[in-house]
C-alpha cells in the first residue's frame, strides 16, 4: 500500500504570496494532520481533520487555513506569506483521530 | 504547554543502552514516539494508552505513567540504525504537542 503522499516537494514562494500544499493520506485513513517544523524543533501542531471536520487547531494566524474533501485527502492554504513562513510541512494520517499517525516526507516551503 | 524531554541529546557506542524521558504538564490520554533522521520524515515507534502501560519492539520500549504525566523510551543494546532525533508526543484531549526532540548519535 502507498504511504502519505505530499505534494510539491519543494517550492519557492516570495512574501504576500499565497500557497496550497496537498496530502493524501493512506488508504483507509479519515484522519489527517499538518504541522510545521522548523530547522531544529519538533513537529509544531497547525490542523488536524476527521471525517472532513476540523477537529483540533494549533496557535497559528487566520492565514493558515485547511480543508479535507470526501475521499480523505487535504489542503493546506497560507495567504500573505511571511519569512517565517518557511519550513517542512508535515502531513500525517491515521485512521482516526486516536490512532497511530503515519506521516508524508513534508513539503519544502521557502519564502523570499 | 510542550513537553519536555531529557536529555537533550546523547552519544552513545554501539551496544550501550540509553534512555530518553518526557515529562508533560497537562493530563494525557497517550503518548506517541517517533523517530526523525536528518531529511526524513517522522517514523512511528509507539503509541502508550493507559496508564502505567509499557510496550515493547525489538529492543526499544517505553513506559507511560499516567498520574505523573511521563514517559519514558528506553533502548537496548543500541544500534547504528538508531541514530536520529527522537520526538514525544503527549496527546490530551485533542491535538499531539510535541517536543524539542532528544538527538541520539550511535558511534561504532
Known amino acids: 500500500d502507498a504511504g502519505v503522499t505530499q505534494s510539491p516537494t519543494h517550492l519557492i514562494k516570495t512574501r504576500g504570496q499565497h500557497v496550497t500544499l496537498r496530502c493524501s493520506p493512506i488508504s483507509g485513513h479519515k484522519s489527517v494532520s499538518w504541522y510545521q517544523q522548523v530547522l531544529g524543533q519538533g513537529p509544531q501542531f497547525i490542523f488536524q481533520?476527521?471525517?472532513?471536520?476540523?477537529?483540533g487547531r494549533g496557535n497559528f494566524p487566520d492565514r493558515f487555513s485547511a480543508r479535507q474533501f470526501p475521499n480523505y485527502s487535504s489542503e493546506l492554504n497560507v495567504n500573505a506569506l511571511l519569512l517565517g513562513d518557511s519550513a517542512l510541512y508535515l502531513c500525517?494520517?491515521?485512521?482516526?483521530?486516536?490512532?497511530?499517525?503515519?506521516f508524508g516526507p513534508g513539503t519544502r516551503l521557502t519564502v523570499l | 504547554q510542550q513537553p519536555v524531554q531529557s536529555p537533550q541529546a546523547v552519544i552513545l557506542r554501539e551496544g550501550e543502552d540509553a534512555v530518553i524521558n518526557c515529562s508533560s504538564s497537562?493530563?494525557?490520554?497517550?503518548v506517541h514516539w517517533y523517530r526523525q533522521k536528518h531529511g526524513e520524515a517522522p517514523i512511528f515507534l509507539m503509541i502508550l494508552l493507559k496508564g502505567g502501560e509499557q510496550k515493547g519492539h525489538d529492543k526499544i520500549s517505553a513506559s507511560f505513567n499516567e498520574k505523573k504525566q511521563q514517559s519514558s523510551l528506553y533502548l537496548t543494546a543500541s544500534q547504528l540504525s538508531y541514530s536520529g532525533t527522537y520526538f514525544c508526543?503527549?496527546?490530551?484531549?485533542?491535538?499531539?504537542?510535541f517536543g524539542k526532540g532528544t538527538r541520539l548519535h550511535i558511534l561504532p
Open positions: 508526543g503527549p496527546k490530551g484531549d485533542d491535538k499531539i504537542i
Open positions: 497537562k493530563a494525557l490520554y497517550s
Open positions: 481533520y476527521y471525517e472532513k471536520e476540523e477537529r
Open positions: 500525517a494520517s491515521s485512521f482516526t483521530s486516536y490512532n497511530e499517525q503515519f
